[in-house]
């Protein structure tokens, strides 16, 4: 498989369109699984620096996560950061691109993006006291308040209004603003 990476002017720009109407449903709706992977809408939808990081921690550890968010059938949610998340997290750390961080750093932090389970925004996003989200980072969590934003162990990120609970085969997809990061 060959990964490809394409320049936009504006790697944060997500038509709607790239979305079918069954993919992506309103909060409180019931969310049937998607007809592609996590993935699969990854790639599709543009997000080249989150496909990038999955790829380049599989090349060097040997994770078998492409293969668990591309063909498998156990079920995640995944907080997607855009492309302008990852360069944002780049400008901050002083390098050019994923590869230049130690790949273990780069799992933890992939890690620290998903949670078991389907889990809509009405299961993400409470309605008054923030919920806490349980990780694929053993021991490591983070809080979702009422106004959509994530409060990291690092950082803090925003849910992106109108790109939540996208519906895939194996998952939901919720785009955030930022990297969120599971260290101070």
Not at 59 to 74: C, I, P, S, W
Not at 123 to 131: A, I, L, W
């Amino acid at each position: 498989m060959a990964f490809v990476s394409c320049e936009k002017e504006n790697d944060d720009y997500i038509p709607q369109s790239e979305f079918s109407d069954d993919t992506m449903l309103k909060a409180g709706k019931s969310l049937p699984p998607g007809d592609a992977s996590i993935a699969a809408i990854a790639i599709d939808a543009g997000f080249s620096e989150l496909v990038g990081a999955l790829f380049y921690v599989d090349e060097e550890l040997e994770t078998g996560l492409v293969d668990m968010f591309l063909n498998g059938t156990d079920q995640y949610t995944v907080f997607a950061p855009t492309n302008d998340a990852f360069m944002a997290l780049y400008d901050a750390l002083g390098v050019e691109s994923i590869s230049d961080l130690p790949a273990d750093l780069v799992l933890n932090v992939l890690l620290y993006h998903v949670t078991d389970g389907r889990r809509a925004a009405n299961s993400v996003v409470p309605k008054k006291n923030p919920k806490t989200i349980e990780t694929l980072l053993e021991g490591a969590t983070f809080n979702v308040d009422k106004d959509l934003k994530i409060w990291a162990i690092g950082n803090t990120a925003n849910l992106v209004p109108g790109f939540v609970n996208i519906s895939a085969s194996n998952g939901i997809i919720h785009v955030i603003d930022a990297v969120i990061l599971p260290i101070e």
